[in-house]
């Protein structure tokens, strides 16, 4: 695919097959992951892949808006160290996203859907992926084959008007 229909491809996709993954294309998202920019070169992430049926369906309970993660055929959980000081806090985030994006879109350019996923309930992620103490489970991203349809460049996303959005010199 082209950069440019990956990047209007992509959506968040909450519903799956259960046509599983490659290797090849779950390995390739990982490294586009790796790939991705970082404050001062930081790359603050771990990424835990997780396939397994029982681990995924145990992974949907981690927060509210995860429910999509127990169909996906891998879900990535983005682990990182806990920050206390908040500067800090918001390049790891700024990071985190990055290297979300750069997974989201490569899957994208594989026809594989992805799916954010907020984690609300630390302990439970922890017991489920064994994470040191010293890191938090940031996000999940589930991935697989979309249930509703095929990815495809989509024309009118629901986004703000690129006039509202987009300024030229000054605000
Ligand atoms: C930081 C972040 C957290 C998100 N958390 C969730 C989530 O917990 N559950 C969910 O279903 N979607 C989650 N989303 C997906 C957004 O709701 C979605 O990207 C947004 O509505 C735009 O839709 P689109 O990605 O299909 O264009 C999250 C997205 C981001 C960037």
Redesign the pocket.
């Known amino acids: 695919m082209e950069t440019w229909d990956a990047i209007r491809s992509?959506?968040?996709v909450?519903a799956f097959t259960d046509r599983p993954l490659s290797n090849e294309d779950l390995n390739r998202t990982l490294a586009a992951g790796r790939r991705a920019p970082s404050s001062r070169n930081w790359q603050p992430w771990d990424f835990i892949v997780v396939t397994d049926r029982q681990q995924v369906a145990d992974l949907s309970t981690v927060?509210?808006?995860?429910a999509?993660v127990a169909s996906s055929a891998a879900t990535i959980a983005l682990v990182a160290p806990v920050q206390r000081d908040p500067a800090q806090r918001d390049e790891l985030q700024y990071d985190l996203?990055q290297a979300?994006m750069c997974m989201a879109l490569a899957a994208a350019d594989l026809g594989v859907g992805s799916?954010?996923?907020?984690v609300a309930d630390q302990q439970r992620a922890r017991e489920v992926l064994g994470y040191p103490a010293d890191r938090f489970c940031a996000?999940l991203l589930a991935l697989g084959y979309p249930s509703d349809r095929p990815l495809r460049p989509i024309a009118h996303?629901?986004r703000r008007p690129f006039a509202e959005v987009v300024h030229h010199g000054r605000w």
Request: hydrophobic share 15%.
């Open positions: 992509r959506r968040n909450r927060g509210r808006y995860a999509h996203g979300t799916g954010h996923a907020a996000y996303p629901n």
